[in-house]
């Protein structure tokens, strides 16, 4: 890596915002994600169906509470899973200390001391605040912009990083 795009020895704590920050990235919906929304679509079907006896104005009334209902569910589980996931993470990491060695990440977290391969980084997401670095097996490292000089530098390491981890990619 150019030596304006190392990352030297930083220490910060992972907070539960910048934690948030990473579970509140747009992500391809899963299993369990795409059967809920086909559950849903039939329930409210359903429901309509249901009231068949009710004057239209009445069934639209009805299955239109009831969708806002469950939206609102639905939201508030969300909300409690991603509140729930971000302080595990924010836990896991807690006095976080990153250094590049050149060919991986050395970092030492409230978990314990690791070093990630640059061959075993799958993805590097550059937001406006944080770096997120994703890897297989376990959290993924979140790197906030206070850990660098400046947003150009966070920018610098998170593109070297990635163009770094795909070269070492079998």
């Known amino acids: 890596m150019a030596a304006g795009n190392s990352l030297p020895a930083v220490h910060y704590v992972l907070t539960v915002e910048d934690a948030e920050a990473y579970e509140r990235l747009p992500a391809e919906p899963g299993g369990w994600t795409k059967l809920l929304l086909v559950v849903s679509l039939a329930a ?17 009334g009805i299955t239109a509470v009831a969708v806002i ?5 639905v939201w508030g589980v969300r909300r ?4 729930r996931n971000a302080r595990r993470i924010a836990q896991r990491g ?12 050395a970092i030492a977290s409230a978990s314990g001391d690791r070093v990630l391969a640059d061959a075993e980084i799958g993805r590097v997401l550059v937001g406006d ?20 000089a400046d947003r150009a530098a966070m920018q610098a390491f998170g593109e070297a990083l990635d163009r770094r981890s ?5």
């Open 44 to 60: 409210v079907g359903g429901l309509y169906g249901f009231l068949d006896d009710q004057p239209v104005p009445v069934r639209i």
């Open 69 to 73: 209902v469950w939206g609102a569910v």
């Open 80 to 83: 409690l899973r991603i509140a």
């Open 94 to 105: 807690g006095n976080m200390t990153v250094e590049d060695r050149g060919d991986g990440l």
């Open 129 to 148: 605040r944080h770096v997120f670095v994703l890897h297989r097996g376990g959290d993924p490292l979140i790197l906030p912009l206070r850990a660098f």
């Open 166 to 170: 795909e070269a070492a990619s079998p």
